[in-house]
C-alpha cells in the first residue's frame, strides 16, 4: 500500500459557511463521517477509503458512490484537496476520545 497522504486517527472538519464535512481516516481503511447542510440535514455514515496516488484517495460508500481527493497536501493545521473537482479546505484537530 502507498504512504498515505491523510493525518490518520485525526479529525478533519470543512472550512464552509453552508456545508457540514467531517472526517475521521481510520488506518483500517474506515472513514467516520458527519455529513450535511448546517441548519439542514445531516449524517453519520461510515466509508471505506484506499490511497490511489501519493496525493489522492478514494472514499467509497456501501451504495457504491466514490468520492476522490486529489492534490492533498497540508500546510500546518490545513489539508487542501480537490474533491469531486471543487477546491475544499479542513482543518486538521486531535480526536477526541
Do not use: Q
Amino acid at each position: 500500500m502507498t504512504a498515505t497522504p491523510l493525518p490518520l486517527d485525526r479529525t478533519l472538519d470543512l472550512v464552509s459557511d453552508t456545508d457540514i464535512g467531517t472526517y475521521c481516516f481510520r488506518t483500517g481503511g474506515s472513514v467516520v463521517a458527519t455529513i450535511g447542510m448546517k441548519n439542514g440535514p445531516v449524517a453519520g455514515p461510515v466509508f471505506s477509503w484506499r490511497v490511489v496516488s501519493p496525493h489522492g484517495i478514494e472514499i467509497a460508500g456501501s451504495d457504491g458512490h466514490v468520492d476522490r481527493w486529489t492534490g492533498i497536501r497540508i500546510e500546518g493545521d490545513l489539508l487542501h484537496a480537490e474533491c469531486n473537482g471543487h477546491a475544499r479546505t479542513f482543518r486538521i484537530r486531535n480526536t477526541t476520545p
